[in-house]
């Protein structure tokens, strides 16, 4: 879901409508951190870079979500695979929702390698966090290389 007349970055990875109740409106934002990068160097504790990046999202889509009478959701997973308690609450929420039935109705291209919709939804949200942990270290990797060749 993207809004018109928003610059890019400030717009929301998606929406959920009627959640987690009839009416209410989330901006939901998917986010892969690691306590190595600069900005979540401060712990090393378990769950405080995905932390810090919640309260980071929160910030930054606080008023749009207010605007729409909704709240913001940060979905975060650390690298070492550790996920927020936003991330439990839409996939919890989501797998609650979703129809056996319908599931199973789906397309075999869909189904093919889950048996339910959980295990459906959590590989999607697997490839997900591994795309995102190969665009950081490919990040990484570019920054290391350029800084390499700026020495020479």
Not at 88 to 109: C, E, G, N, Q, Y
Not at 113 to 125: D, E, G, P
Request: proline share 3%; charged share 20%.
């Amino acid at each position: 879901h993207h809004t018109t007349n928003v610059p890019e970055d400030r717009v929301p990875d998606f929406t959920l409508r009627n959640f987690p109740e009839d009416g209410a409106t989330a901006l939901c934002e998917y986010s892969v951190v690691s306590h190595l990068q600069q900005r979540f160097v401060h712990s090393t504790t378990a769950g405080a870079a995905a932390r810090t990046r919640d309260n980071q999202k929160i910030a930054k889509y606080r008023s749009m979500a207010r605007g729409l009478g909704g709240w913001v959701m940060p979905m975060t997973q650390e690298a070492s695979g550790r996920a927020s308690q936003g991330m439990h609450t839409v996939l919890s929420h989501v797998i609650r929702m979703h129809d056996r039935r319908d599931f199973a109705s789906t397309a075999p291209s869909r189904t093919w390698a889950a048996k339910s919709f959980q295990q459906y939804l959590y590989q999607r949200v697997a490839i997900a966090f591994w795309s995102g942990v190969a665009a950081m270290e490919n990040t990484r990797t570019r920054l290391n290389n350029a800084a390499a060749t700026r020495a020479y």
